[in-house]
């Protein structure tokens, strides 16, 4: 039973690295909660839910295959690149002007999906990190990969969540010098990710 509850604190402490580590997904659960309201920045804050289903499968395949890997993760990092771009450029454009909720179409969920599944982050994670601890895990028991995709996923959903609840309540600065200083500043960093992106492409492709 105790090898058991290893894998649940593993999943709870990988979860809350994963979850509260600065990255785009994070910048991302901000800029929205900013832009728009706290049930936006908890949209992308969901957003692995979504699509690491298939990349747990991928990463779990890959692992066992190892076929053209640095390749496929150049090409992903690359356009995971081009996605934090736009964002980032979308972000500057903000002018503080007041937003209609009620008929904007914010469409965060789909932007945290697309940011996340390009993102090389949560691939090199199952790859390195989690597939080969839940393959451990299925072979003690279902119980142990259970527990294990539990406490990762509810500190990972949880903790980005909860910053998506602390920083709902900077909403005053929305119209305010302060709030596109915050922008700007956010877009920095997503910019910033960007090129980190364009340089672990390279890595792959070996140009470092």
């Not at 997503?190 to 492709?205: A, E, M, Q």
Request: glycine fraction near 8%; aromatic fraction near 14%; include cysteine.
């Amino acid at each position: 039973m105790e090898i058991i509850f290893n894998f649940l604190f593993l999943g709870i402490f990988f979860g809350l690295i994963s979850g509260l580590s600065p990255g785009p997904l994070l910048t991302m659960v901000i800029v929205e909660t900013l832009r728009h309201s706290k049930k936006e920045g908890i949209k992308i804050a969901i957003a692995p839910l979504i699509t690491d289903i298939p990349i747990v499968g991928l990463t779990l395949f890959v692992l066992s295959k190892l076929l053209y890997f640095d390749h496929v993760m150049g090409y992903i990092s690359f356009s995971g690149a081009i996605f934090l771009g736009y964002l980032a450029y979308d972000s500057f454009k903000t002018k503080g002007t007041k937003i209609d909720l009620k008929t904007i179409e914010t469409q965060s969920l789909k932007k945290g999906v697309v940011a996340n599944f390009l993102s090389p982050h949560p691939y090199v994670f199952w790859l390195i990190i989690g597939a080969p601890i839940l393959l451990q895990a299925y072979s003690i028991n279902i119980l142990s990969a259970i527990l294990f995709v539990i406490g990762f996923y509810f500190c990972l959903i949880g903790s980005k969540i909860t910053i998506a609840l602390l920083t709902e309540k900077s909403k005053t600065v929305l119209n305010s010098k302060s709030y596109l200083y915050v922008m700007n500043i956010l877009a920095v960093l997503l910019l910033f990710y960007s090129i980190v992106l364009i340089k672990n492409g390279l890595d792959f492709f070996g140009f470092f």
